[in-house]
């Protein structure tokens, strides 16, 4: 099933104007890659972290309107740096990926904020999906 067209509607849906930043933390450096490309090419403004220390060291945190990052991770885990956003009073929404969920974890990781808990591999459309309920449908053009 060819999906281009989805995402060709999905692209213009998309507004330019938004200057937020998805942030992608994960320390696979080729999956880091995949989920940056394929959400730079329907038009968000992404930047991508080797791990949730490089991300809070960064200066786009502040700008970041979405995180999308894995749950185990090399130094701070995806569900700790939830957790430290939070225990400072930042709550960024967040769509975790994983290839070693359960229910416990997802339940946890929701509780600190995701909005979404995808397992790897996961369908790009999926990702899509996550990535705009998390951006609170403020990325259309209408307004819807």
């Known amino acids: ?12 849906r998309i507004d330019t104007r938004d200057t937020r930043v998805i942030s992608v933390v994960d320390d696979d450096e080729s999956l880091r890659r995949s989920v940056g490309n394929f959400l ?5 403004r992404v930047e991508t972290f080797a791990s949730a220390e490089d991300f809070l060291r960064s200066a786009r945190r502040e700008s970041t309107g ?23 009073n ?15 974890i997802r339940q946890r990781c929701l509780r600190a904020g995701a909005v979404a808990f995808l397992d790897k591999p996961f369908h ?15 990325e259309t053009r209408d307004g819807g």
């Open 66 to 88: 979405c995180l999308v990052l894995d749950v185990r991770m090399t130094g701070m885990s995806g569900l700790d740096l939830l957790r430290h956003l939070a225990a400072g």
């Open 90 to 104: 930042v709550r960024v929404p967040a769509v975790v990926l994983t290839a070693h969920g359960d229910e416990d």
């Open 124 to 138: 790009a459309e999926a990702l899509l999906d996550a990535v705009q309920r998390a951006m609170g449908g403020h």
């Open 40 to 44: 730079r090419s329907v038009g968000f």
């Open 1 to 12: 099933m060819d999906s281009t067209p989805t995402f060709e509607r999905q692209r213009q």
